[in-house]
């Protein structure tokens, strides 16, 4: 009776412990891929976020928005990652919200 007791045992330890083990790890690596995700989209909506920001205050400011994308570099501090984001700055007339939109590389 105590020699069956201890295969049950055994097969516990050799099968279940290590694909436990194997989940918890999936599970791990799972979550950590979903932060990574969330985290790179939050800088995108952090940048659109202060371009428009920055081209309002432009507005208000000077009474036009701004006529380039360098122009709200230059005199309103905005800087942008140029190695991970392209930004599209299109302007209709100086009174009229520009069209942006952050892409990532």
Known sequence: MKQHGRSIWSFLRTILLPAAVLVILLCFFTA??????????????????ALRRAAVSCYAAEGIY??????????????????????????????????????EK
């Not at 950590?32 to 976020?49: A, I």
């Not at 005199?75 to 984001?85: A, M, N, T, V």
């Open 32 to 49: 950590l891929s979903q932060l990574e995700e969330g985290h790179r989209l939050e800088g995108k909506e952090q940048l659109e976020t």
């Open 66 to 103: 701004p006529p380039s994308l360098s122009y709200l570099q230059e005199h309103y501090g905005l800087q942008i990652d140029e190695d991970r984001y392209l930004v599209f700055y299109e302007i209709q007339a100086s009174n009229l919200m520009p069209e942006i939109t952050v892409l």
